[in-house]
């Protein structure tokens, strides 16, 4: 695998149902991402992980959860989430050394909530 | 509070021709992003431009950065089909060092 991976790649749910997106990058970064892509909206970021420590949370309501348990992994743990949550969630990741601190995505998570 | 704004949202040209995309933010910032997306696919990354007066070029897209006028071009020159995508400009805040804001995108057809 290379660059960023996401699963699943597609994903439908009720609003009771508890489930989890996962994010996995095979570049050496050390800061991770979660952003929602809504139609008609700008990107939005959700949270980042820096060193596997959260430094943004960018008031996300608590339906969802993040979860880095290390440099390369990150998930989203969600639950009795709404139809308006429905979207395409994008993980990425960057270096924070680099004078760039460009970020590299994944290929989403287009989720649909009845 | 930094706003992005791109123009036009839509943009429907012919191959061969020659077009712009604008990228107006409005307060200072040290690093700009565009990015391309393909229908159903992720962001890809295409230029990170830094400094006032920088440009960079790949292929037939090249893109620049005014921080004085706070603007980003990103200029396509010859276009071909595959040049149809949306593409974004993000800008860094400068209290982050990881909060992008993100202009609407643009939408471009190339039609053959």
């Known amino acids: 695998e290379t660059g960023v991976t996401q699963t699943p790649r597609h994903l439908v749910m009720g609003m009771t149902n508890k489930k989890s997106l996962k994010c996995e990058q095979h570049l050496g970064h050390n800061a991770m991402y979660w952003y929602k892509q809504s139609a008609k909206k700008p990107l939005e970021l959700m949270f980042v992980?820096?060193?596997?420590?959260?430094?943004e949370n960018n008031s996300v309501p608590s339906r969802f959860s993040p979860e880095c348990p290390n440099s390369s992994h990150l998930f989203l743990h969600l639950h009795t989430l709404q139809p308006e949550d429905s979207a395409l969630y994008l993980c990425?990741?960057?270096?924070?050394?680099?004078?760039?601190?460009?970020?590299?995505f994944g290929p989403g998570t287009r989720l649909t909530v009845l | 509070e930094l706003k992005v704004e791109q123009n036009p949202l839509f943009l429907s040209m012919q191959e061969g021709k020659n077009y712009t995309i604008y990228c107006n933010y409005s307060?200072?910032?040290?690093?700009l992003y565009w990015y391309r997306q393909d229908p159903g696919k992720s962001l890809e990354s295409l230029f990170v431009l830094l400094s006032n007066g920088a440009v960079k070029q790949e292929g037939r897209l090249m893109a620049s950065l005014d921080t004085k006028a706070r603007l980003s071009t990103l200029h396509i020159t010859a276009a071909v089909h595959d040049l149809s995508a949306t593409y974004f400009c993000a800008v860094k805040t400068m209290d982050s060092n990881y909060q992008l804001i993100w202009g609407a995108g643009t939408k471009l057809i190339i039609k053959p």
């Open positions: 307060t200072t910032s040290d690093r």
């Open positions: 990425a990741s960057s270096e924070e050394t680099s004078i760039y601190n460009e970020q590299f």
């Open positions: 992980y820096s060193l596997e420590e959260r430094v």
